[in-house]
C-alpha cells in the first residue's frame, strides 16, 4: 500500500478506563492527550458504569486539549478514527457516539478502529530513532484483557496464531498483586518489587497448554492457595518474603510467554518480535524479550513507553494507514456504525 495522501487525523480512545485525543499528521503524532481515571482504585479493579461516566466527564476537554496542543483547527482535520471494540461497552459508546456526533457536524469521513490492531500498528508512528518492523512479523500483545501472538504479513493482514484460553496476562498480574495486597493496579508493583527479589526462590509450576495457546487461570490459583498455606503457617510471610514472590511470580509468567515465542519462532520462520499492549511496559519482559536477540536470534520492537498503554495515538496511526487506501470502501463508515464489546482481529 502507498503512502501517499496528506491528513491531519482526530483519534479517539475509549476502551477501558483512559480517556484519550491524539491529534496526527500523516503518520506523525501531534498530541496524545490521556486522562485516567482514579476513582477504580479505590474498588480494586475496574468498574465499568464509573469508567463510562466519567469518559462523559473527559471526552470533551481531553479533545480540546488535543487539538489545541496540536496547534489544529477542527476545521484542518481530513478525518476522525476512533475505537469501535473490543472493550468495555459502556466506555467504547462514549467515544463513538462523540466521534460519530463530531464527524456529523464537520461532514467528515468515520475510521473505525479495532483495538488489537492498534496496538499492533503502533509500531508505525514515526519516531526519530525507531526502526519500523518490516512485514511478516510476530506481535506479542499483552494486555490487562488479551495475550495474543499475531502473525503480521500487512498492515491489515493479521493472523491470530496463539491466544489465551481463559485470563489474560495482566489480569494474572493483577489478581497476583491483590492475593499480596498490593494497591490497585497491581502489575506496576509486582515489577518494582521483583527487581530487588530471587526469582527462583519460590518455583511455580507453568501450565501445559497446546499448540501457542495461553492460560494463566490456574497459575493465578496456585498462588492464591500458596500464599494462604504460608499465611496460615506465618501470618507476616508475605511481608517478609514479598521482594521473592513477586520475583517468583514475574520470573514464571516471563517463562511462560518466552517458552511460546520461541515455538512461535521456530514453527513459522519469523524472527522479528514486536511488543505491545499495556503489560509490554513491564521491565522484565521487555529485558527478557530483548535479551532473546542474544540467545534465539530475534529482532525486537519496542515502541515508546506512551504508545505501549492505551492511547489516541496508536488509534490514530490505524486511522490514517486506512486514510491511504482511499479506494477500499471499507476504510471509512456510516454513521450507523456501532461499538462492539467483542472484537477480533
Request: aromatic letters at 8%; charged letters at 20%.
Amino acid at each position: 500500500m502507498s503512502l501517499k495522501n496528506d491528513c491531519f487525523i482526530l483519534a479517539i480512545e475509549s476502551s477501558c478506563d483512559d480517556t484519550s485525543a491524539a491529534v496526527l499528521h500523516n503518520d506523525k503524532v501531534l498530541s496524545n492527550v490521556v486522562a485516567g481515571q482514579a476513582i477504580h482504585e479505590q474498588y480494586g479493579g475496574v468498574v465499568p458504569e464509573l469508567a463510562s461516566r466519567a469518559h462523559q466527564q473527559h471526552i470533551v476537554p481531553v479533545v480540546a486539549a488535543a487539538l489545541r496542543q496540536a496547534n489544529i483547527d477542527k476545521k484542518q482535520l481530513n478525518a476522525i478514527a476512533f475505537t469501535s471494540g473490543p472493550g468495555l461497552l459502556g466506555s467504547l459508546l462514549v467515544g463513538t457516539s462523540f466521534a460519530k456526533s463530531l464527524a456529523l457536524g464537520l461532514n467528515l469521513p468515520l475510521i473505525d478502529v479495532n483495538h488489537m490492531q492498534a496496538h499492533i500498528l503502533a509500531h508505525f508512528i514515526d519516531e526519530e530513532g525507531y526502526e519500523k518492523p518490516s512485514f511478516p512479523f510476530l506481535a506479542m500483545t499483552i494486555s490487562g484483557g488479551h495475550t495474543q501472538i499475531v502473525r503480521v504479513d500487512d498492515y491489515f493482514e493479521m493472523t491470530v496464531i496463539g491466544e489465551t484460553i481463559d485470563d489474560a496476562v495482566g489480569e494474572a498480574f493483577d489478581k497476583s498483586a491483590k492475593l499480596l495486597g498490593l494497591p490497585y493496579p497491581g502489575g506496576p508493583f509486582i515489577d518494582k518489587y521483583a527487581a530487588l527479589g530471587n526469582p527462583k526462590a519460590f518455583p511455580f509450576t507453568k501450565p501445559n497448554v497446546p499448540k501457542l495457546n495461553f492460560s494463566f487461570s490456574g497459575l493465578k490459583t496456585q498462588i492464591m492457595y500458596f500464599v494462604q498455606r504460608n499465611t496460615e503457617a506465618q501470618s507476616d510471610f508475605v511481608n517478609e518474603n514479598l521482594n521473592d514472590i513477586c520475583a517468583s511470580i514475574q520470573y514464571t509468567i516471563i517463562n511462560i510467554i518466552l517458552d511460546k515465542l520461541k515455538k512461535a519462532v521456530k514453527e513459522t520462520g519469523i524472527k522479528s518480535i514486536a511488543i505491545g499492549g499495556g503489560v509490554s511496559a513491564n521491565s522484565g519482559i521487555r529485558k527478557a524479550i530483548k535479551d532473546g536477540e542474544a540467545k534465539w536470534g530475534w529482532k525486537t520492537y519496542i515502541p515508546k513507553f506512551e504508545y505501549t498503554t492505551d492511547n489516541a495515538g496508536m488509534i490514530g496511526i490505524v486511522g490514517y494507514l486506512k486514510y491511504q487506501n482511499l479506494e477500499n470502501k471499507n476504510s471509512f463508515v456510516d454513521q450507523g456504525v456501532s461499538a462492539q464489546s467483542r472484537l477480533k482481529i
